[in-house]
């Protein structure tokens, strides 16, 4: 590693701005009731010392960069990541497969019922990313309100269970239903807004949700919530509290399964197919006769229908539920996803939904640095994959003339 | 009717106050195209340092006048300051990433502001100090307006003013419309186009700051939090107006104050937020581009 | 070649993520482990904070004097942000650490969560802040304990005073649209109606973190309201009275435990003179009291933030009943906590069936020369 002299004086200029830059919130620290000021003058030093170090380390990881850079560029442009250049070989795939589905299978006995458990939450939003993959990173549609449709899932069990004693099972696809309805709902007026015109209203809308189930007391019990909602049944035997939680991880298993399938075969369909088009460029999509309300519609309501689902599930893994937990904040950090995992990508989306909420769970080791530490990794990540952990592969249609020709010929 | 012209006035103050930080997401958007969520933090942060610098001057004894002029300018300063770092951090590396990928990063310098105020200050929340005194030729209509609303109205009036003509006729604001228009066109013409960007985030910054400090002292309290929701109404209310559109963020950030006065007045507090996003997906819908926003037609 | 380096680097990276996944096991259990959680971080964090600085001063007290039954306490401190999916996690998490006892959590809905996985376990709660009195009045949850009141221990004090001492017959009811504050308020406007000695001329809420206040202000103005009930915290109360207060309206305006805190002083100043409070009796004459404060001002260069004083009471409480339970064990320390009084900065105390504390005596204060006193 090579560091000149320039370098280091540069870092030096970094810690010298970082130092007056963090002066008054670092170092000041003011009671106005007492009239006392305190001087920490401490924290300047840990300040100059940490941004320097940091800065060090940036310039070196860019100076390693954009050497690879240059050998990259002579060598090929675009590569499949690791995992995808994996499971694309034939030697690797299935002791690969296996190995992984081996592990998620024997992860609840492996490890602790709080290990399994925040992998429930991580599964949770898997099925979330993809679901709103569809919108955001095939569609192209940037959504900053998912959040409603998945309260919209998890108060439609609340309620279905509160009012009618209907059951999990039967209140799974009511809720998923309801969300992609709701969908629908939103997708009509928001078909002729584009980009970030339509990043607000959603914003708005997820909002709006929220505020109902805040106020309208009479039919959602307003901010104190609905507790004692019942978790799913197995054919009507009695669990334990650790057999319920392992139950529910087995569940969002089989569910993560089942959206990874269905995503999977709708990204190459003709619907998939046009969803990128639109993505890509909506006025040649449209020329290309592309019913392009039929598909924003239906992008809407396939994604929130997933986001229905997972919602409850919510609901029935945590036994309650209030307008708190659907905050905006909810809705970035799904949308931080599907971005960190690289718009469109299933395995992306699957790896960054890992580690954005299991991120959180580890770093409880940094008690109060923890969010601290969550804003500076998302920063870092978007700074050093801005394209995403795993961009997605486009697939290639090749054309195969002995083939067709010999298609042609039976069709004559 | 007494009624009326107090709802009224209250919601312009409101307005007034979402304008001041609605201008600067409306600046940088106009510049490079990105939702600077961590925009409300920058808010957040001026109003901390004028707090801090405020109380530390009144501690040691100066008087009224001179604690408001430097709190301000020093607000002014350490604002800019973080906006300008921030560009530099987390969105002039993606400056050719994928169009979401800055927004994410925004996101993520807002978690980090606002938890490394958290951390350096307190969660409690602090009396910020009466910057703005109570005129006593206010005293007669002090039922109905307020000295420190007379001085929201009055800033924002005049910074808009002030902007609309910084950017109509100076060197820096004839580059940042030019650097609006297309980038690469501005490039061309031999205008910086790094330095633009940075003078929108300073400026951007600043007006923040001059919120945070006439904002904090209306409502005489600050903590860490305060920045998100602002940030959100004021982004909001720039998407109203048609963002980008300077004019449009003063218009956009008046309508949403006033909307949201008069649903607290004739209808409900409880849906006031309703109301206002209501209006939005209304206004949305008839000018899909908002009230003053060019309309945004593609050629092929 | 390469790609094949690739592939065996992740193999191995993936082991070692493996590796560190596994659980810590084998600790010793000769510790008592007292679980703190509660929002530490997020826009609630002003009131999980407090919590934890004031059991961290308990536990150092504690442990100095030799710990409880020969053994030191431990503390596990979890944030849930307050919110519910986090809580019912970081509950998992903590009785899979073998937590003894939990002081926590802060807020009614994640409370509420994670209280079926604590029982479960056999884990006793006690929290400093919770106040839904749905918590101990359903019966459901017999684990749980708390040393703060419930919404309607307020709520009615609080209209009773609006209405026979303060002679008032049209009151605006104001809440902050949180759980707590909703609460509170909506029991106050049943215990009005029910009275048929007043009038609510006004039920609504405000949007916590608004920038200005100035629109419902004038909407009470003009319901004519004699007096103001506000359900919620300080933070909201300080902006509504300070422009009541501007907009020169002079009118009582009663409030709540969240508001009965200090910084609502320090924050409202001299708008906050003539505010009523409900909070629990004589704390500031209480040496207890004085003590935990003064130890807060000490280890931490501040004063103490919400919850601050209750979370003490419940962390000296908890701790007692253990020692005179002997063991950790649930029964044991459920009738510890029923039957032995202890002193705290709240009050002596001790717990009735449900889990309410008995002892915290309630009062009606008035700000007074920057300070909450007893009204008589």
């Known amino acids: ?412 | 009717m007494d009624y009326f012209i107090e709802l009224f006035l209250s919601g312009l103050t409101r307005g007034s106050i979402y304008a001041l930080i609605a201008l600067g997401y409306t600046m940088v958007y106009g510049i490079i195209g990105l939702i600077n969520f961590a925009h409300g933090e920058i808010y957040m942060i001026g109003a901390f340092t004028s707090f801090i610098v405020a109380t530390t001057l009144s501690i040691y004894g100066f008087p009224l006048a001179a604690i408001v002029v430097v709190a301000g300018v020093a607000a002014a300063i350490w604002s800019s300051a973080y906006g300008y770092t921030v560009e530099k951090i987390a969105y002039k590396p993606l400056r050719h990433a994928p169009r979401l990928a800055p927004l994410i990063s925004a996101i993520g310098m807002s978690i980090l502001l606002q938890n490394y105020v958290l951390l350096a200050q307190t969660s409690d929340f602090l009396a910020f100090p009466a910057l703005i005194p109570e005129f006593a030729f206010m005293e007669p209509v002090a039922h109905i307006i307020g000295s420190s609303d007379l001085v929201i109205l009055i800033t924002t009036a005049v910074v808009m003013l002030a902007l609309t003509l910084f950017i109509k006729f100076t060197r820096i604001g004839k580059a940042m419309r030019a650097t609006a228009q297309d980038r690469t066109m501005a490039l061309l013409v031999g205008i910086n186009v790094d330095r633009v960007i940075s003078a929108t985030f300073i400026l951007g910054s600043a007006l923040a700051a001059i919120g945070g400090l006439l904002i904090a002292s209306h409502i005489g309290q600050i903590n860490f939090a305060i920045g998100f929701i602002a940030g959100i109404k004021a982004f909001t209310a720039a998407v109203l107006g048609g963002i980008g559109s300077i004019p449009g963020a003063v218009l956009g950030s008046l309508v949403l104050g006033l909307t949201e006065s008069f649903a607290t007045g004739y209808v409900s507090s409880d849906y006031e937020d309703v109301f206002a996003f209501s209006l939005l997906v209304l206004i949305l819908i008839f000018k899909p581009s908002g009230l003053l926003g060019k309309a945004d037609t593609k050629k092929v | ?376």
């Open chain 1, 1 to 412: 590693m090579m560091m000149t002299v320039k370098e280091i004086k540069k870092s030096l200029l970094v810690s010298l701005w970082f130092v007056f830059l963090t002066f008054p919130i670092m170092v000041i620290k003011v009671n106005p009731i007492e009239r006392t000021v305190t001087w920490r003058w401490s924290n300047v030093l840990y300040v100059a010392v940490g941004s320097f170090v940091i800065s060090l380390l940036a310039k070196a990881w860019l100076v390693r960069k954009a050497r690879a850079a240059g050998r990259q560029q002579a060598a090929c442009q675009a590569r499949a990541s690791i995992l995808q250049e994996l499971l694309h070989r034939p030697g690797y795939r299935y002791p690969l497969i296996i190995m992984f589905s081996g592990l998620a299978l024997a992860f609840p006995h492996l490890f602790s019922t709080y290990q399994a458990n925040i992998m429930t939450t991580a599964l949770m939003y898997i099925v979330l990313g993809l679901g709103l993959n569809i919108v955001v990173g095939v569609a192209g549609l940037l959504d900053l309100g998912y959040v409603a449709f998945y309260a919209i899932g998890a108060y439609s069990y609340a309620l279905l269970n509160l009012n009618f004693h209907l059951g999990f099972w039967a209140a799974l696809p009511i809720g998923g239903l309801l969300a992609a309805l709701f969908g629908l709902l939103l997708g009509f007026p928001v078909l002729r807004l584009r980009g970030d015109y339509l990043a607000i209203v959603t914003l708005g809308f997820g909002e709006i949700i929220r505020l109902v189930l805040e106020n309208w007391n009479a039919f959602s019990k307003g901010p104190s919530g609905i507790s004692n909602i019942p978790r799913p049944g197995f054919f009507g035997l009695e669990m334990s509290l650790d057999h319920a939680m392992i139950y529910m991880y087995y569940l969002m298993i089989g569910l993560v399964l089942l959206t990874v399938f269905v995503v999977n075969r709708l990204q190459h369909s003709r619907l998939g197919r046009a969803w990128l088009a639109l993505r890509e460029d909506e006025i040649a999509c449209q020329a290309m006769g592309i019913d392009k309300t039929r598909i924003k519609l239906t992008a809407f309501a396939l994604g929130a229908f997933w986001a229905g689902l997972v919602g409850v599930i919510f609901a029935a893994k945590t036994t309650f539920v209030n307008p708190a937990s659907f905050t905006f904040l909810e809705s970035a950090i799904i949308l931080a996803i599907v971005v960190l995992g690289g718009m469109g990508s299933i395995v992306g989306v699957i790896c960054s939904a890992l580690i954005l909420t299991l991120l959180p769970e580890y770093l409880r080791a940094l008690s109060e640095y923890r969010m601290l530490a969550f804003g500076a990794i998302l920063v870092a990540m978007m700074i050093f994959k801005p394209e995403g952990l795993i961009a997605a592969v486009r697939r290639t249609y090749r054309f195969h003339e002995r083939k067709s020709v010999a298609a042609l010929q039976d069709d004559e």
């Open chain 3, 1 to 376: 070649m390469k790609s094949t380096m690739r592939i065996n680097f992740l193999v191995t990276a993936a082991a070692v993520v493996l590796a560190m996944m596994l659980p810590g096991t084998g600790m010793a259990g000769d510790t008592i482990k007292l679980g703190v959680a509660g929002a530490h971080s997020g826009d609630l964090a002003s009131y999980g904070l407090p919590t934890v600085n004031a059991a961290k001063l308990v536990v150092a007290e504690v442990n100095a004097k030799g710990g409880v039954n020969g053994k030191k306490v431990e503390l596990l401190i979890e944030d849930d942000t307050c919110k519910p999916e986090v809580a019912t996690n970081i509950a998992t998490k903590l009785v899979s650490q073998g937590v003894d006892v939990v002081l926590g959590h802060i807020c009614s809905g994640a409370t509420k969560s994670a209280l079926p996985i604590y029982k479960a376990a056999g884990v006793i709660l006690i929290s400093p802040s919770a106040t839904s009195p749905e918590l101990t009045q359903s019966g459901e949850y017999p684990n749980f304990f708390r040393t703060i009141a419930p919404d309607n221990m307020q709520a009615k004090p609080e209209v009773e005073f609006a209405l026979n001492v303060l002679g008032v017959k049209k009151i605006a009811v104001i809440h902050d649209k949180g759980d707590y504050g909703k609460g509170v308020a909506e029991l106050a406007k049943g215990f009005i109606e029910k009275s048929g000695k007043g009038e609510v001329v006004l039920f609504e809420g405000v949007t916590p973190g608004a920038v200005d206040y100035s629109a419902i202000v004038q909407k009470i103005k003009q319901s004519q309201a004699d007096a103001v009930i506000f359900g919620g915290y300080h933070p909201e109360a300080s902006k509504i009275v300070s422009m009541m207060r501007k907009k020169r309206m002079n009118i009582a305006f009663l409030s709540d435990d969240g508001v009965k805190d200090d910084t609502f002083i320090k924050v409202a100043g001299k708008d906050a003179e003539g505010v009523y409070a409900t909070g629990p009796k004589n704390n500031s004459k209480n040496p207890l009291s004085q003590a935990a404060v003064a130890a807060h001002k000490q280890a931490y260069n501040g004063d103490p933030g919400a919850f601050y004083e209750s979370a003490y009471a419940a962390s000296l409480a908890i701790l007692n009943a253990i020692g005179k339970a002997g063991s950790t064990e649930r029964a044991a320390v459920t009738k510890a906590l029923q039957t032995e009084r202890v002193d705290t900065p709240v009050g002596t105390i001790n717990f009735d069936a449900l889990g309410d504390a008995v002892g915290v005596g309630f009062a009606m204060y008035q700000v007074k020369n920057g300070q909450f006193i007893e009204v008589k």
